[in-house]
């Protein structure tokens, strides 16, 4: 079998989303806007998210505060411009 | 090389961040890392030792002096970097539906299951096969070409399954092979590859 290959040129930047998989970590550092939205979710949490959280996935992150999850990420996207 | 860090007053995660920034700009042997307060101190202490440094901490009144060694030095942080034997070309395959081709989809199913497992005929040249869209359905238990999939993954193929594309499908618990990835590694593998091939 003989495929038709096409060679992709990276994708902009504006297709760097944010996971659920993402860490705390790994979200403030490839998008430091991003600190303030966690910081807007402190109260909620109950305590500082990038403090005792700062390596949990989002997922694990909205579980365990009990949060949103997809809105956690849309309020992300929306401050990393994505 | 050796490189120190003040970040007395600042809370997580400003002293992470700069320790992570200094690591992969510098890639020192030694850190040394100040903070004055014991989130900032366990968070740094956790991240350099994920970077495989060996930590110790001296504690100095109200202060904390994170130190970390290792040995020549940090690795520049490269998620999916990793370079092929010499004269090889690295292939990616970019596999964004579950069967191959327009028109008939139980044809394409079957063309689809041919195609990777007929993928094995590159070798070595066979870098990375990324699943997005629907064909992360194929990395799922019902999949018929699960088996072959997780013979390339025991064989060392990387596997990298679009994690939001799981999610939009509901199959994040449902998937058995492959590593669940973000739209930067799949970038980064892009990027790095000689060779992006989309079916």
């Keep these: 079998m003989r495929m038709e290959e096409s060679v992709t040129k990276p994708l902009p930047d504006k297709e760097n989303f944010i996971h659920p998989e993402m860490t705390v970590l790994d979200v403030v550092s490839k998008h430091r806007e991003t600190e303030a939205v966690f910081k807007q979710y402190d109260e909620q949490a109950g305590e500082c998210i990038c403090c005792q959280a700062l390596f949990e996935p989002l997922k694990n992150v909205a579980a365990n505060y009990d949060l949103d999850l997809k809105k956690l990420i849309t309020d992300l996207e929306a401050v990393a411009d994505l | ?199």
Excluded at chain 2, 15 to 31: C, F, G, N, R, S
Excluded at chain 2, 76 to 94: F, H, L, R, S, W
Excluded at chain 2, 129 to 157: C, I, M, Q
């Design chain 2, 1 to 199: 090389m050796k490189k120190e860090l003040d970040c007395r007053g600042l809370a997580c995660p400003a002293p992470v961040l700069q320790t992570k920034d200094a690591i992969e700009t510098d890639h020192p042997d030694i850190i040394k890392v100040t903070v004055d307060n014991e989130a900032s101190k366990q968070n740094v202490n956790r991240f350099l030792e994920s970077q495989g440094f060996e930590v110790s901490v001296e504690q100095e009144g109200a202060e904390f002096h994170v130190i970390g060694k290792i040995e020549g030095g940090a690795v520049p942080d490269e998620p999916v970097a990793e370079k092929p034997e010499t004269g090889q070309e690295k292939i990616m395959v970019m596999v964004a539906n579950d069967c191959m081709g327009h028109g008939d989809d139980e044809l394409g199913s079957k063309l689809m299951v041919s195609f990777l497992k007929t993928l094995k005929e590159m070798g070595d040249e066979l870098w990375r096969l990324v699943f997005v869209n629907n064909g992360v359905k194929l990395t799922t238990e019902d999949a018929e070409v699960l088996p072959v999939l997780k013979e390339y993954e025991e064989r060392g193929l990387q596997i990298l399954v679009c994690g939001t594309c799981l999610t939009h499908f509901n199959l994040l618990d449902e998937k058995q092979v492959g590593e669940t990835t973000n739209m930067l590694d799949i970038v980064t593998a892009i990027q790095l590859a000689d060779k992006v091939i989309n079916i």
